[in-house]
Structures are given as structure tokens and as C-alpha cells.
């Protein structure tokens, strides 16, 4: 066979279509790896986002579980506030229940009651408001001093609480001290005024304002139990509030 001579034409287009060829070849070779490559690329991709995705979903479970959990517990703390303020409103009324027959003396100089306040008080209080509306002795269960330090001279007396055997005892001092107005001992004025648990003190403190007010426009307003406000309107029916703001 003869050689290829390059100079021919038919040997130079064979050579042309062979070299073309190789080309191809080799451009597949890279296309396929290409492929190959792209291909296991898209696999991995898909295999990630399908890991995203069920990472996505059980997200999606634990917040709407959450969010179910928390709407739960919210409803329970509903319940438990109501309960908790229920309770809070026995409680604040056995407090004060249990006081019924406690009235404060306020202002007595530190030790004029002496070593018996019970004895000194139950003398003190008839002569004082009148013993002609003490048809028998007064009887008290105790008295003493509020449990705080001694105070200086510059600072408030400390009341002196006093627990009656009768809760009407409780209510005839009361009145008739409001009755007499002022009292004096030693040249101090002396309050009487009801035992309460220091919440009720607070709520009926806050009254007072809305009382005075009340008060300067000549309208006939009382602060009643526990802590309201009851006003005698001008056709003479009466009126309630149960807070400042109210009023």
C-alpha cells in the first residue's frame, strides 16, 4: 500500500476527518465527565435539600407543637390568675375578718399606757367617750404597742392595737369617737380608728383624694366598707364607687 502523501487532497481530508474525530472523542470524553460531575453535583443538591426539607418539616412540627404548648399553658395561667386572685380576696377578707374587734389608738405618748395597757384602756376609753354608754365593763381580750422599734422623739408614735371581746364594743367606740371629734391626752390629739390589713389600709388611703374632692363641692359622701366611696346624690339616692378613678 502506498504511503499517505499529505499534499493529495484525499489523503489531506483524511486526515482532516480523522483529526476531527479525535477531537470529537476527546470533547466527549470531557463533556461526559462534565456530565458526570454535573450530575453528581445535582445529586448531592437534591440530597441536601431533601435533608432541608425534613429539617424544615420537623422545624415546622416542634414550633406549631410550641406554639400549641404555649397557647396551652397561657389558658392554664388564665385559670391560675382567676384562682390566685380568688384566693387573694379570702385571704385579704379572713385577714380582716379576723380583726373585726381590733380598733388603733393613735398618737398616746410611748408609756401612758403603763405595764397593763388592757386595764388602763378599759377605763381610759369609757371615760373618755362617755361612761353613760357603758352600761358594763369594758372588756378586752389584749392590747399592745405595733411590734416596731421604739421610735425617736421626731418620729410617729407607734399605735396601740387593741383587740376587743365584743365585736359591738368595736363598732360604739368607733362611732362615738367619730361623734366627739377630737380627743386629747396630754395636750396630743388621740385617733381611734378600725384594725385592717395593710392592703385595705392602701385601697382606702388611695380614696381619700376623691373623698376631700367630694367633700369641697358639698356633696354628702361617706368612705364605707371595705374601701368604696358612697355619695347621697341631690334627689337622695345613693351612689357607689369602688375606685379613685371611679369617683
Not at 36 to 42: G, K
Request: aromatic share 4%; net charge positive; charged share 30%.
Amino acid at each position: 500500500m502506498a504511503p499517505h502523501d499529505p499534499n493529495k487532497p484525499g489523503d489531506m481530508l483524511a486526515l482532516l476527518l480523522k483529526e476531527i474525530q479525535e477531537g470529537n472523542n476527546n470533547l466527549l470524553q470531557k463533556i461526559d465527565s462534565k456530565t458526570a460531575d454535573l450530575q453528581t453535583s445535582i445529586e448531592n443538591l437534591h440530597s441536601t435539600v431533601s435533608s432541608l426539607l425534613g429539617r424544615v418539616m420537623e422545624a415546622e412540627k416542634r414550633i406549631g407543637d410550641t406554639e400549641d404548648e404555649v397557647r396551652r399553658i397561657d389558658s392554664l395561667m388564665k385559670v391560675v390568675r382567676q384562682e390566685n386572685e380568688t384566693l387573694k380576696d379570702k385571704v385579704e377578707y379572713l385577714a380582716n375578718y379576723s380583726r373585726r374587734s381590733n380598733i388603733r389608738v393613735v398618737g398616746m405618748k410611748e408609756g401612758s399606757e403603763g405595764s397593763d395597757p388592757v386595764k388602763f384602756l378599759s377605763e381610759w376609753l369609757p371615760n373618755v367617750l362617755g361612761a353613760q354608754h357603758f352600761s358594763e365593763q369594758l372588756e378586752i381580750e389584749r392590747a399592745h404597742r405595733t411590734l416596731n422599734p421604739v421610735p425617736n422623739p421626731d418620729k410617729p408614735l407607734r399605735p396601740i392595737l387593741v383587740r376587743l371581746l365584743r365585736y359591738q364594743d368595736r363598732e360604739k367606740i368607733l362611732r362615738l369617737a367619730k361623734q366627739k371629734g377630737e380627743i386629747t391626752m396630754d395636750g396630743r390629739r388621740i385617733s381611734i380608728f378600725p384594725d385592717m390589713s395593710p392592703d385595705l389600709a392602701k385601697r382606702r388611703k388611695l380614696m381619700i383624694p376623691a373623698l376631700k374632692a367630694f367633700k369641697e363641692r358639698k356633696v354628702s359622701c361617706y368612705l364605707v366598707h371595705p374601701a368604696r366611696i358612697k355619695i347621697i346624690t341631690e334627689d337622695g339616692k345613693f351612689r357607689f364607687f369602688e375606685t379613685p378613678g371611679e369617683a
